[in-house]
């Protein structure tokens, strides 16, 4: 079972930056495998994916977010990384981290199995 745990949110003037940081433990098997992804949800809306980074390292962007927001990942501390810089009231939300056992995903919240709880990002004008 694998557990991830977010952290890092806060809240910042717009034009900000936070790095918001996954920490992943439990997989029984090279992480290389997972596929991972960070969604956010605003309130009143859906759980919107925002970046992904696939087994293979592809990435991809919600288009709303490109080039303000990194995502990466470093093995040795088994941690995912969104870098955003920035930051404009609509980024705001909770900001979550998913998992998949997968090669492929995309940007629907169905294809991830694992998720953590959450962390508030507040960008205000």
């Known amino acids: 079972q694998v557990q991830l745990v977010e952290s890092g949110g806060g809240s910042v003037q717009a034009g900000g930056s936070l790095r918001l940081s996954c920490r992943v433990s439990g997989y029984w098997y090279n992480n290389k495998k997972l596929s991972m992804a960070w969604f956010r949800q605003a309130p009143g809306k859906g759980r919107e994916g925002v970046a992904i980074?696939?087994?293979?390292?592809?990435?991809n962007y919600v288009p709303s977010v490109l080039g303000r927001f990194t995502i990466s990942k470093d093995l040795a501390k088994d941690t995912l990384y969104l870098q955003m810089n920035d930051l404009k009231p609509e980024d705001s939300g909770v900001y979550y981290c998913a998992a998949a056992y997968k090669f492929r995903v995309s940007m629907r919240a169905a294809d991830y199995e694992f998720w953590g709880r959450g962390t508030q990002v507040t960008a205000s004008s």
């Open positions: 980074l696939d087994v293979d390292g592809h990435l």
